[in-house]
Nanobody
């Protein structure tokens, strides 16, 4: 079994910054693409950013230039640095990871429990 544990959410004023972390642990042979998604009240979950094991990144247009995704492959951890936060960034943020538990296992997708980010004055 694989667990994703997130940390770093909270309340921040508009224009402020937060850094989210997500560590994968458990039965892990290989970690592929990792990423962040978010879900605001009354809205569908949407992609924020992803990063491949080789470091190739992809961002939603709404966060380009403000957010940066990175990872530490040795720690199976993905980060999301969020700068110049806006009230519309308020949501529950979920991390996501593609993992193989064994060399012979297929890729499986795992999700974290979510962390609340609230941007308000």
């Amino acid at each position: 079994q694989v667990q994703l544990v997130e940390s770093g959410g909270g309340l921040v004023q508009p224009g402020g910054s937060l850094r989210l972390s997500c560590a994968a642990s458990g039965s892990i042979f290989s970690v592929g693409t990792m990423g962040w998604y978010r879900q605001a009240p009354g809205k569908q979950r949407e992609l924020v950013a992803t990063i491949t094991s080789g470091g190739v990144t992809n961002y939603a247009d709404s966060v380009k230039g403000r957010f940066a995704v990175s990872r530490d492959n040795a720690k199976n951890t993905v980060y999301l640095q969020m700068n110049n936060l806006k009230p519309e960034d308020t949501a529950v943020y979920y991390c996501n990871s593609n993992v193989r538990s064994r060399s012979s296992s297929p890729w499986a997708v795992y999700w974290g429990q979510g962390t609340q980010v609230t941007v308000s004055s």
